[in-house]
């Protein structure tokens, strides 16, 4: 065979390898997706809520279907996954909505837990990761850390209140943990506290870590149980906030007013006094005999976040 009739035969040929090669290499990025997947599954709950008809039971049916098939998708994604101590995951979504205005703040990946609950473990690919990031930096009342890159993010309340939430309260960071990461990794660690009001001189006990590397992020907590002593500078800071909220507080419940504005005014006093004493902490922290426990505790955390 030759001439332009062979030719013809070649250019056919490779239309039809073309053709059946497009369609395979489409469907080989499922985290395109899985993308797909949940911006389509959200808008139709964005739609609904704005419909007042969030609640109807034929929505809430087909969100817990799109919730189920998100959890596939996106362990399609980051392949079978599994951590020493840690049952197995659950989708990390349980609304895709944070309100009619927009999706979800949390961070979509696989949630890992032991049994006792007092470690657990988030897990996504970094693109989801950087994008999430990227949105919670423009939320109303962000912290301009959480546009700072991840290491600044992860000295913020903010940031582990949608990227690992909890039953209830928040992770306040005290102290950054000097952590080595290996190479190709990003590692951060910070021992802080799980609260749900201002914490005084509560001493951390739970130690965060944020890992990102082989095309995934993690994000972790896990209970310190350092047996800690107080810092004494620490607490003579704390304690003349305490002295005037207490005073204030006898007099408040005294006086039984109803809707009384000092109530307001004693959380301020408590925030101040939580902020001073967490600021000494960060300077002492690092010179008393549980920082190195604290680091140490760190790193086994990483060692297991890497599958070791």
Request: aromatic share 8%.
């Amino acid at each position: 065979m030759s001439g332009p009739f062979r030719g013809s035969v070649r250019s056919l040929a490779c239309a039809l390898i073309l053709s059946t090669a497009l369609p395979a290499l489409a469907a080989a990025d499922p985290l395109s997706d899985y993308v797909a997947a949940r911006d389509k599954a959200t808008a139709a709950s964005i739609a609904a809520a704005k419909t007042g008809k969030s609640g109807d039971d034929a929505v809430v049916k087909r969100e817990e279907a799109a919730l189920k098939d998100l959890g596939k998708r996106l362990t399609a994604v980051l392949g079978p996954i599994k951590f020493k101590g840690l049952g197995a995951p659950k989708y990390s979504l349980q609304l895709l909505i944070y309100d009619e205005s927009g999706p979800s703040r949390e961070l979509d990946g696989l949630a890992f837990a032991s049994k006792d609950y007092d470690t657990r473990l988030v897990v996504t690919s970094d693109s989801l990761f950087n994008t999430w990031l990227a949105a919670r930096a423009k939320d109303d009342g962000a912290p301009a850390a959480l546009a700072s890159g991840v290491k600044a993010a992860a000295g913020t309340p903010e940031f582990y209140t949608s990227a690992i939430a909890s039953d209830g309260g928040f992770y306040q960071p005290y102290v950054e943990l000097p952590v080595a990461a290996v190479p190709g990794e990003t590692a951060v660690a910070w021992l802080g506290l799980q609260t749900e009001e201002p914490s005084g001189n509560t001493a951390p006990n739970e130690i965060a870590i944020v890992r990102i590397g082989g095309g995934k992020a993690m994000v972790g907590v896990t209970m310190a149980k350092l047996g800690d002593k107080p810092i004494p500078a620490c607490d003579a800071i704390w304690q003349p906030f305490k002295a005037k909220a207490d005073a204030l507080q006898k007099q408040v419940e005294k006086d039984n007013k109803d809707q009384d504005p000092r109530w307001e005014e004693i959380t301020k006093i408590q925030d101040e006094g939580s902020n001073a004493y967490r600021a000494c902490f960060m300077k002492e922290a690092p010179n008393q005999p549980f920082f190195a426990a604290a680091v140490k505790k760190a790193e086994a955390f990483l060692a297991t976040a890497r599958g070791q």
